[in-house]
């Protein structure tokens, strides 16, 4: 069976890493940023050389293609980001693109023919690190953001996502005839590490993904009355602080009761105000990330959550509002791509198991218009968006060899065939 050279993978993972604005401390490399442009460089080096027609959109998608025996076939996507969060790790993100470079050099190296074009794609500002956004340069490609949606998204310096990209020497707006269209791709594979302790746990190399779990964002602000924390007796307080806290340590346990025992919530981020040692909080906001694949219970979920904070809130006399701020529906994977992943798993006698994402990828939005496939390697300890983040180069080759083999299938090399004839 064809197979991909581990040691090229490390040294584009390596070499990627090397571009990294906080050496010592994680690996950040934001959308828009010097070290983005350096790595983005060394990618397209490295498709130059494979003789790939390189297109590049609006706002930096990298899409590189490589020809088909029938060019005008629809083709088959693969690839991931490279950016990450700020002190980040080596393989969110870079991995699935690294993973997809290497597939393709293999193809090319061993002078294989497809029937249909294949395609890597690297897709900008994943993880909303740069302009709070995640999943932008995907929504960007599929048509969910305009010009205009560009121009009002803004960093923490003010600056636009529209300026950003025009200042790293994209043309946004030229993105709106950009546009992928569902009739150009046949299908798209996603490698990624499960940036979760599953696949560790039962040491497993690989996943293949069912279903991405739905997420709903949230902010809550509790009012109260700020006061000289000495002089004011324990019963006389509006105290806000008290009233998130306990709604806040409800959170556990409210997830772990729905009906489908897959919801996660949590809260990652709290402010008080004045945030002072000697004073009474006037007033607390934080977050809620919840989700789950089941959307019943998270709506339930979401519903107790109002219940408690309104408990609360009553209990502590002070006042709460609770605010949506965005979130995605759960993502179901097409049975007929999960098959043939699990098929070439089993004829490479990858052991391997079926499960759902917690996280969300650009393959939700590229499933949106096209069949969708992803594969997962396990995250060491379950470490994820932290320098410590961990996967062997074992699991990570027997990722890459999957993706290698299910690309073939999916473009149709050595006579296999998936549904070509509704394709077209």
């Given at each position: 069976?064809?197979?991909?050279n581990?040691?090229?993978?490390?040294?584009?993972?390596?070499?990627?890493?090397?571009?990294?604005?906080?050496?010592?401390?994680?690996?950040?490399?934001?959308?828009?940023?010097?070290?983005?442009?350096?790595?983005?460089?060394?990618?397209?080096?490295?498709?130059?050389?494979?003789?790939?027609?390189?297109?590049?959109?609006?706002?930096?998608?990298?899409?590189?293609?490589?020809?088909?025996?029938?060019?005008?076939?629809?083709?088959?996507?693969?690839g991931?980001?490279?950016?990450?969060?700020?002190?980040?790790?080596?393989?969110?993100?870079?991995?699935?693109?690294?993973?997809?470079?290497?597939?393709?050099?293999?193809?090319?190296?061993?002078?294989?023919?497809?029937?249909?074009?294949?395609?890597?794609?690297?897709?900008?500002e994943?993880?909303?690190?740069?302009?709070?956004?995640p999943?932008a340069?995907?929504?960007?490609?599929?048509?969910?953001?305009s010009v205009?949606?560009?121009?009002?998204?803004?960093?923490?310096?003010?600056?636009?996502?529209?300026?950003?990209?025009?200042?790293?020497?994209?043309?946004?707006?030229?993105?709106?005839?950009?546009?992928?269209?569902?009739?150009?791709?046949?299908?798209?594979?996603?490698?990624?590490?499960?940036?979760?302790?599953?696949?560790?746990?039962?040491?497993?190399?690989?996943?293949?993904?069912e279903?991405?779990?739905?997420?709903?964002?949230?902010?809550?602000?509790?009012?109260?009355?700020?006061?000289?924390?000495?002089?004011?007796?324990?019963?006389?307080?509006?105290?806000?602080?008290?009233?998130?806290?306990?709604?806040?340590?409800?959170?556990?346990?409210?997830?772990?009761?729905?009906?489908?025992?897959?919801?996660?919530?949590?809260?990652?981020?709290?402010?008080?105000?004045?945030?002072?040692?000697?004073?009474?909080?006037?007033?607390?906001?934080?977050?809620?990330?919840?989700?789950?694949?089941?959307?019943?219970?998270?709506?339930?979920?979401?519903?107790?959550?109002?219940?408690?904070?309104?408990?609360?809130?009553?209990?502590?006399g002070?006042?709460?509002?609770?605010?949506?701020?965005?979130?995605?529906?759960?993502?179901?994977?097409?049975?007929?791509?999960?098959?043939?992943?699990?098929?070439?798993?089993?004829?490479?006698?990858?052991?391997c198991?079926?499960?759902?994402?917690?996280?969300?990828?650009?393959?939700?939005?590229?499933?949106?218009?096209?069949?969708?496939?992803?594969?997962?390697?396990?995250?060491?300890?379950?470490?994820?968006?932290?320098?410590?983040?961990?996967?062997?180069?074992?699991?990570?080759?027997?990722?890459?060899?999957?993706?290698?083999?299910?690309?073939?299938?999916?473009?149709?090399?050595?006579?296999?065939?998936?549904?070509?004839?509704?394709?077209?």
């Open positions: 069976m064809t197979e991909v581990v040691e090229r993978i490390r040294r584009d993972i390596e070499t990627i890493c090397s571009f990294n604005a906080t050496p010592g401390r994680g690996y950040t490399r934001f959308s828009f940023s010097k070290e983005d442009s350096l790595a983005r460089e060394y990618l397209l080096s490295e498709c130059s050389k494979l003789g790939l027609e390189i297109t590049v959109d609006g706002v930096g998608n990298i899409r590189a293609r490589l020809e088909g025996v029938d060019s005008q076939a629809p083709s088959v996507m693969t991931s980001h490279i950016d990450t969060v700020y002190q980040g790790g080596m393989f969110d993100g870079l991995l699935g693109t690294v993973g997809a470079l290497e597939a393709i050099r293999t193809i090319v190296e061993k002078g294989l023919k497809t029937r249909h074009p294949v395609e890597l794609v690297v897709f900008s994943e993880e909303g690190s740069n302009f709070s956004t999943l340069g995907s929504k960007a490609m599929v048509g969910r953001y205009e949606d560009l121009k009002r998204l803004k960093n923490a310096s003010g600056v636009s996502m529209y300026e950003a990209a025009k200042e790293a020497g994209y043309e946004p707006d030229e993105l709106p005839g950009q546009v992928l269209k569902p009739e150009e791709v046949k299908a798209m594979l996603e490698l990624h590490i499960e940036q979760s302790v599953v696949l560790d746990s039962e040491r497993l190399p690989v996943g293949i993904v279903a991405i779990a739905a997420i709903q964002t949230w902010e809550i602000d509790v009012s109260g009355v700020a006061n000289h924390a000495g002089a004011t007796p324990m019963r006389l307080r509006n105290d806000p602080m008290a009233a998130a806290s306990k709604v806040i340590a409800a959170v556990r346990d409210l997830a772990r009761a729905t009906s489908s025992g897959t919801t996660v919530g949590t809260v990652g981020r709290i402010h008080c105000e004045p945030n002072v040692t000697n004073v009474i909080p006037g007033r607390v906001r934080f977050s809620l990330d919840a989700r789950d694949v089941d959307t019943a219970s998270l709506e339930d979920f979401v519903e107790a959550f109002r219940r408690e904070l309104e408990k609360q809130s009553r209990l502590h002070v006042e709460s509002e609770i605010r949506f701020l965005g979130g995605s529906e759960a993502v179901f994977l097409p049975g007929e791509i999960t098959e043939i992943i699990e098929t070439e798993a089993r004829e490479r006698g990858i052991a198991r079926r499960m759902n994402s917690g996280a969300v990828h650009d393959a939700c939005l590229l499933a949106t218009i096209t069949k969708v496939g992803m594969i997962f390697v396990p995250s060491i300890g379950g470490r994820s968006h932290v320098p410590e983040e961990n996967t062997s180069y074992e699991d990570i080759e027997a990722g890459c060899n999957l993706l290698l083999g299910t690309l073939l299938k999916l473009a149709g090399q050595a006579g296999f065939r998936c549904g070509e004839a509704s394709e077209r």
